[in-house]
T-cell receptor
Framework: DGGITQSPKYLFRKEGQNVTLSCEQN?????MYWYRQDPGQGLRLIYY???????QKGDIAEGYSVSREKKESFPLTVTSAQKNPTAFYLC???????????FGEGSRLTVL | QKEVEQNSGPLSVPEGAIASLNCTYS??????FFWYRQYSGKSPELIMS????GDKEDGRFTAQLNKASQYVSLLIRDSQPSDSATYLC????????????FGAGTRLFVKA
């Protein structure tokens, strides 16, 4: 079945460690996105990519990095520079043909 | 001013009633508009999309768009307890690639 796979679903890390969250899609979508969600809040855009080897910063890119070496994959690294990394991270992709986002199941990161 | 604003709620309605959810956006260049439903601990799922002024109906859901007033709404008829969730309003801006901005969401409770 087509969809977006995020891994791991749950991740615990110590402060100061870098963490990489995986996002893979088999929808043949061009655009991919990373959002962060804090409890009781909406989604905030971290990074997005319209095509392979190109990506743009979103509204809260500081402390994060991404790569887009393949159309199917858009991993997110949460670096030690991110001051408050504990959150629910959502990866999404967009067609064509539609304009809506399709989401993975999310990765919940807890920094101890 | 936030780009996309929603009343955080909670909005509580009795089973069978109409739930009315509202959203305003600040960028007049916004081109497409979406409502996503998010159950607690899960990822968002698309409920409705709307691209032109007026109403769009899909089953028990009706989306309304008024670009002059920069206002989007979602009506849920015959509300069911299973509709209890957070509803996220989202807006696409074309920045050379579509950037989707989310509101903070409105929590809806449908009482049986």
């Amino acid at each position: 079945d087509g969809g977006i796979t995020q891994s791991p679903k749950y991740l615990f890390r110590k402060e100061g460690q870098n963490v990489t969250l995986s996002c893979e899609q088999n929808l043949n979508h061009d655009a991919m996105y990373w959002y962060r969600q804090d409890p009781g809040q909406g989604l905030r855009l971290i990074y997005y990519s319209q095509i392979v080897n190109d990506f743009q910063k979103g509204d809260i890119a500081e402390g994060y990095s991404v790569s887009r070496e393949k159309k199917e994959s858009f991993p997110l690294t949460v670096t030690s520079a991110q001051k408050n990394p504990t959150a629910f991270y959502l990866c999404a992709s967009r067609g064509p043909p539609g304009l809506e986002l399709f989401f993975g199941e999310g990765s919940r990161l807890t920094v101890l | 001013q936030k780009e996309v604003e929603q009343n955080s709620g909670p909005l509580s309605v009795p089973e069978g009633a109409i739930a009315s959810l509202n959203c305003t956006y600040s960028d007049r260049g916004s081109q497409s508009f979406f409502w996503y439903r998010q159950y607690s601990g899960k990822s968002p799922e698309l409920i409705m999309s709307i691209y032109s002024n007026g109403d769009k109906e899909d089953g028990r859901f009706t989306a309304q768009l008024n670009k002059a007033s920069q206002y989007v709404s979602l009506l849920i008829r015959d509300s069911q307890p299973s509709d209890s969730a957070t509803y996220l309003c989202a807006v696409n801006r074309d920045t050379g690639g579509f950037k989707t901005i989310f509101g903070a969401g409105t929590r809806l409770f449908v009482k049986a």
